[in-house]
């Protein structure tokens, strides 16, 4: 399986699935390649005897440390449409998977990060867990529906903080 997922290390046990994003190079960085491989794989999930998947990072710094930056600057404005839709799809996807998902945050959370751990049923953070949308402070939206889930989770106020 670890050939079809190059970028996610999984092993099940007691129908289980444990689940560590594997970019560490690029802080665990959500990119176009990435998406599809998270939705391919939960789509494998969904079709077997899986009953909930866990997600982390791999590594000791980064949960997800956000959107691919690099990527986000290369691409055109249509292109960029394209990443937010699959970006969303993707998080839709989890948010109405029959499967029971898991976020162990492990580290930084950041931006899209959060967004991913948003979509999940249940969040766990370490003790060194930072979590936070740090892209609204310059300026620009989360494109993955962190607006709409974290003050739905936490309130208004709180979300605002």
Known sequence: MQDRFPHLISRESDGICWTQ???TGDR????????????RHLEHLESGTTRAVVYTGAGDEYFIGGADGVEMMELSPAEARDFSKRIQG???????SP??????INGLCFGGGLEFALACDIRIASENARIGLPEVKVGLIPGGGGTQ?????????????
């Open 90 to 96: 993707l998080f839709n996807r989890m948010q109405a």
């Open 99 to 104: 499967l029971i998902l898991g976020a162990a």
């Open 149 to 161: 889930r974290l003050p739905r989770m936490v309130g208004m106020g709180r979300a605002m903080e």
């Open 28 to 39: 665990n960085s959500l990119d176009s390649e990435l998406i599809d491989e998270v939705t």
């Open 21 to 23: 994003i594997n970019r």
